[in-house]
């Protein structure tokens, strides 16, 4: 594995990569180790199954494959001599050996699958959070738009098409967890489910970002409680405070219940978590959101939140993040597919400290 970064930290992209680059040569810069232990030790049948093709290969095509937005035949028609060779391809005196387009798509719909992808996701977000200064945490929902003759999609009247949801998860800039909903579920629902997928990355956040959509006294409570970060919604427009999220009813509950081990002289932060554990999530969260109604700089602190929507955004021009022309089985396996992949592209970013992050128009 070549690194960049101990030859050019601290430069620019512009100046790390002055010209156009192929992907499988960037590929060389990234380390996918990880990655690749995960695929072969869950992918392939150890000790009784022989492939040509090392997982790794396999891995960068399909990296390739997504980030070209091609088929899997026009792939492999795509490869030049100098791509074969910083993929790593065998070579005979006839040539390289490339795999059969039956054969990569075969790795990914019957032996990486839906639960390979989510796998992946995951590795790829304790990468991230373990590499990634970033302290902030956003949730957010986009689009996926099907094709109007979809019979399988909902119409969304909000954004005027038949479509599904991502609800995603960003660290800062990145994305690090993804969910594929029905394009009419609420954000609400998935807000949960973003959380404890998050919590298994072990982020160093202190505050999660979220629009309206996601203001509720449960998601306030579980970001504290599984993230053990502050919760930042923005309230809508008819919030109010609610008694039971004040000190003094915090403390009346705390005490109600020390029979369990409640103690009122405990900090505030012990007092919410023993609550939180003693089922009382709504108080927990009303204290939370008292705490946002409340504080004169929310609407300054939440102007931070950064723009998720220019990710989405970005990962759309870089991939196909859509499920037009998918047939229903595979939208969502495609759809985390190709959210991995812009993963593992910005996380070769992250690994060499090239900033901007998400500048990915440089390769080809």
């Not at 594995?1 to 990569?17: A, H, K, N, R, Y």
């Not at 504290?224 to 403390?251: Q, Y």
């Not at 970005?314 to 196909?320: A, E």
């Not at 991995?340 to 998400?358: A, D, F």
């Amino acid at each position: 594995m070549v690194f960049l970064v101990d030859e050019t930290q601290g430069l620019t992209l512009s100046e790390i990569l002055p010209n156009r680059t192929s992907v499988c040569k960037y590929l060389q810069y990234v380390d996918l180790y990880h990655l690749e232990r995960y695929v072969v030790e869950n992918c392939y049948k150890t000790g009784r199954e022989r492939t040509l093709y090392d997982p790794l290969i396999m891995l960068k095509l399909i990296i390739v494959k997504f980030f070209r937005e091609a088929s899997y035949s026009d792939t492999l028609h795509s490869l030049t001599d100098q791509d074969c060779r910083d993929l790593g391809l065998p070579w005979t005196t006839e040539g390289y050996i490339v795999p059969a387009k039956s054969t990569l798509h075969h790795f990914v719909k019957y032996r990486l699958k839906e639960e390979g992808f989510e796998k992946l996701m995951e590795i790829i977000g304790k990468m991230v959070c373990s590499l990634s200064p970033e302290k902030s945490g956003i949730m957010d929902s986009t689009p996926l738009e099907a094709s109007r003759y979809d019979q399988y999609a909902e119409f969304n009247p909000h954004y005027q098409c038949k479509m599904y949801k991502a609800h995603i998860f960003h660290l800062g800039d990145i994305p690090i967890f993804c969910s594929f909903s029905e394009g009419t579920k609420s954000d609400f629902t998935y807000a949960t489910n973003l959380i404890k997928g998050v919590e298994t990355m072990k982020p160093k956040i202190t505050a999660v970002f979220a629009d309206g959509g996601y203001d509720g006294f449960e998601i306030h409570a579980d970001i504290h409680h599984f993230l053990h970060a502050k919760p930042v919604i923005d309230c809508r427009e008819n919030a109010i405070t609610h008694e039971d999220g004040d000190i003094e009813r915090i403390d009346h509950w705390v005490n109600k219940l020390w029979k369990e081990g409640g103690s009122v002289h405990d900090s505030i932060e012990k007092k919410l978590e023993f609550l939180y554990e003693q089922g009382r999530h709504e108080q927990v969260g009303m204290y939370f959101r008292n705490q946002n109604l409340r504080d004169p700089a929310f609407d300054l602190v939440y102007s931070r939140r950064g723009d998720c929507e220019r990710t989405h955004n970005n990962i759309k021009s870089i991939v196909k993040f859509d499920v037009r022309k998918v047939c229903n089985d595979s939208k969502r396996l495609y759809v985390l597919a190709n959210f991995v992949i812009y993963q593992i592209l910005l996380l070769g970013h992250l690994q060499n400290k090239i900033i901007p992050v998400q500048q990915l128009a440089q390769y080809f």
